[in-house]
């Protein structure tokens, strides 16, 4: 006589449950009968660092919902995001699993997929080089105050896309005493806030420090174009940021900070023009080339040249940058850079231009695409560019 498995004990799923890693393992496990379901929490908390998926560009066919690539099970899964489906909306980045959404106007947002949670961030408005706004200035909406103290204006999309990227320190759901810093686009400075705060504040002597943030162990590191670091502790009012200045100057289109493990490393991404033809008209599009790893050598201080990254895999692009084991995965591949372009608008002109992502391969320099995008062809995703999003339940 076979077993009834919906009669199982409660105790007994829930045991089963908890053993669970991965959340789309545990939504499988939920989905089999309202028994298992009734026994489970719907959001579970135990879940270690979950690999991420990849956030594609709105459809015409789900314009409510957003889909998302699970690369451990080659899937696609279709979560509703009406906040960040409008086509005036703009993502400027993903922390901790939680989206950061601009529109235009002053807000930020702070959206997670999964659970739905909202949080404000202080308003662009409010950031330290607004001198004023007035929604009644048509086209003239902000006044900023530049590094020299000239004033100039921007319009409400020119306010929004100022952003490049902004970090959170923790998860929002789990620490509310979060810090997130934002990279001004055209000046290179890095203001932030605390969860509470009115409005934003600049970072003294970090500015140039721009190519990318990370949060590791109370500190957060900043780089620049040519690998130097600016360590930036902003818990107190007065924020302390010390320099590093490395021996090795990294050439390069564009850097990515990583924490793996003990170490951190530095992604150099070199970037090539490419010819792109379509009916009756050609343009130009940055491709990558290549990637280049190094390792800081705190004695020095000095980069050294990564050879492989052995069963790493690191997640770059508009992300929160982000290093895992791919041992710890089905579907996945160690010593090797899951990229998404982050650098430059001018690739899309509409539903024209092909995305530059895929998985650069360390040991042969080769790139594959990844399987929801075929690389070099003529499969378009529209904008905006897709986005790694860690899936945080809680």
Known sequence: MGVDWTKLPPELLES??????????????RAVC???????????????????????????????????????TNKLRFLSLPESSNPNKRHCGSSHGWLVVLDETPSILL????????????????????????????????SLRSP?????TRNLRQMRDSIKKIVLSVNPSKELRFVAIAILN???????????????????????????????????????????IAICDVHDDSPKVSIVQTRTQLDGDMQYLINSGDELLLITR?????????????????RTKR?????????????????????????IGENSSLSLSASDFTGCMGNCIYFTDDYSESNYDGSLGEHDIGIYKLWDGSIEPLPCYPRNSFFRMGWPTPLWVTPTPC
């Open 16 to 29: 089963i449950s908890e053993n669970l890693k991965l959340y789309s393992d545990y939504l499988s496990f």
């Open 34 to 72: 309202r028994g298992w379901r009734s026994s489970t929490p719907k959001t579970p908390s135990h879940l270690p660092p979950q690999l991420p998926w990849l956030m594609l560009p709105p459809s015409q066919s789900y314009q409510s919902h957003r889909a998302f690539y699970d690369l451990s």
């Open 111 to 142: 959206l997670n997929p999964l659970s739905r949670a909202k949080l404000h961030l202080p308003s662009l408005s409010s950031f330290p080089n607004v001198h004023s706004f007035n929604y009644s200035h048509v086209g003239k909406e902000y």
């Open 148 to 152: 020299s103290g000239d004033l100039y």
């Open 186 to 228: 055209q000046t290179g400075e890095l203001v932030y806030c605390k969860n509470g705060d009115d409005s934003w504040r600049f970072i003294p002597g970090a500015q140039s420090y721009s190519e990318d943030v990370i949060y590791c162990e109370g500190l957060f590191y900043a780089v620049d174009k040519h690998g130097g």
């Open 270 to 286: 070199h970037l090539d023009l490419e010819f792109s033809f379509e009916p009756h008209q050609s343009y130009l599009v940055y």
């Open 291 to 315: 990637f280049e790893v190094s390792r800081l050598v705190w004695s020095g201080p000095h980069w050294e040249r990564v050879k492989s990254l052995y069963d790493k895999m690191v997640f």
